[in-house]
C-alpha cells in the first residue's frame, strides 16, 4: 500500500469514537420542575427488581438505539416519556451538557429539559420505584462531600502476560482516580455518574 492510497483512506474515514461498539451509548435527563419557590431537580429511584443498580437514585435516561444517533436529545427525551408516563410533548428540551466517558465503559450524553405538567407524571413502576424533587437552591448552596473512586485494571487469563514488562503481573493495577461527589437531601443519597453529572450541572449554573 502506498502512502498516497493511506491518504485516501484516512480522508474518507470519519472520525469517531474508537471502540465504540464497547461501550453502552446512553442519554439521560436533567428534568426541570417548577417547585414551591423556585425551580427543583427531578431525580428517580430506580426499580429494586431491575437487574442493573436496583434501587440506585439516577436520571431519567439509557440505551441510545442505532435510528437515534442523528438526533441528539432524542433518546434522553424518549426513555424520560416512558419512564415518568408523559408524552414527548410534555418535555421541553433546554439544552446539553458535556458528555461523560466513564472507566466502566458507560459513555453519557446528558441533556437538560423543562417537564411542563408534573401532576402528569404517573411513573412505570417496572423501571422506577419512586421520583422525588431537590430545590436548585438547595443545591447550590450545599456543595457535595467529595471523595475519590480508584481506577485499577488487570489482563485476563488467556493473555500472555509473560510476554510483557514484569510489573504488569501482578493482577490489581492502579491506573488512576477521579473525583466522587456525594450529595444528600433529606433521607437520599445521590452518588456515582449521576452525582458527576449533577455537579457538572450545577457548576455551569452557578459560573459568573
Given at each position: 500500500?502506498?502512502?498516497?492510497?493511506?491518504?485516501?483512506?484516512?480522508?474518507?474515514?470519519?472520525?469517531?469514537?474508537?471502540?465504540?461498539?464497547?461501550?453502552?451509548?446512553?442519554?439521560?435527563?436533567?428534568?426541570?420542575?417548577?417547585?414551591?419557590?423556585?425551580?427543583?431537580?427531578?431525580?428517580?429511584?430506580?426499580?429494586?427488581?431491575?437487574?442493573?443498580?436496583?434501587?440506585?437514585?439516577?436520571?431519567?435516561?439509557?440505551?441510545?438505539?442505532?435510528?437515534?444517533?442523528?438526533?441528539?436529545?432524542?433518546?434522553?427525551?424518549?426513555?424520560?416519556?416512558?419512564?415518568?408516563?408523559?408524552?414527548?410533548e410534555d418535555i421541553v428540551p433546554i439544552?446539553?451538557?458535556?458528555?461523560?466517558?466513564?472507566?466502566?465503559?458507560?459513555?453519557?450524553?446528558?441533556?437538560?429539559?423543562?417537564?411542563?405538567?408534573?401532576?402528569?407524571?404517573?411513573?412505570?413502576?417496572?423501571?422506577?420505584?419512586?421520583?422525588?424533587?431537590?430545590?436548585?437552591?438547595?443545591?447550590?448552596?450545599?456543595?457535595?462531600?467529595?471523595?475519590?473512586?480508584?481506577?485499577?485494571?488487570?489482563?485476563?487469563?488467556?493473555?500472555?502476560?509473560?510476554?510483557?514488562?514484569?510489573?504488569?503481573?501482578?493482577?490489581?493495577?492502579?491506573?488512576?482516580?477521579?473525583?466522587?461527589?456525594?450529595?444528600?437531601?433529606?433521607?437520599?443519597?445521590?452518588?456515582?455518574?449521576?452525582?458527576?453529572?449533577?455537579?457538572?450541572?450545577?457548576?455551569?449554573?452557578?459560573?459568573?
Open positions: 500500500m502506498t502512502e498516497d492510497q493511506i491518504s485516501k483512506k484516512l480522508k474518507s474515514s470519519k472520525s469517531d469514537l474508537m471502540i465504540k461498539e464497547h461501550y453502552l451509548v446512553s442519554e439521560v435527563l436533567l428534568p426541570l420542575v417548577q417547585g414551591a419557590s423556585g425551580l427543583d431537580l427531578l431525580f428517580e429511584v430506580r426499580s429494586l427488581n431491575l437487574y442493573r443498580q436496583p434501587g440506585e437514585i439516577c436520571f431519567p435516561g439509557g440505551h441510545v438505539e442505532e435510528t437515534e444517533f442523528s438526533r441528539p436529545g432524542s433518546a434522553a427525551l424518549r426513555e424520560a416519556s416512558e419512564e415518568l408516563g408523559l408524552s414527548i439544552g446539553a451538557l458535556d458528555t461523560l466517558i466513564t472507566p466502566f465503559g458507560v459513555l453519557v450524553h446528558p441533556f437538560v429539559g423543562r417537564i411542563l405538567s408534573p401532576e402528569s407524571i404517573e411513573p412505570n413502576r417496572a423501571e422506577v420505584e419512586k421520583i422525588f424533587t431537590v430545590p436548585l437552591s438547595f443545591l447550590w448552596a450545599n456543595p457535595p462531600q467529595v471523595s475519590s473512586l480508584e481506577v485499577a485494571t488487570r489482563y485476563s487469563p488467556d493473555f500472555p502476560i509473560d510476554r510483557v514488562p514484569e510489573k504488569y503481573r501482578g493482577g490489581w493495577i492502579k491506573r488512576w482516580s477521579l473525583p466522587a461527589y456525594i450529595y444528600e437531601y433529606q433521607n437520599y443519597f445521590i452518588w456515582g455518574m449521576t452525582a458527576l453529572i449533577l455537579h457538572h450541572f450545577i457548576n455551569i449554573i452557578t459560573k459568573d
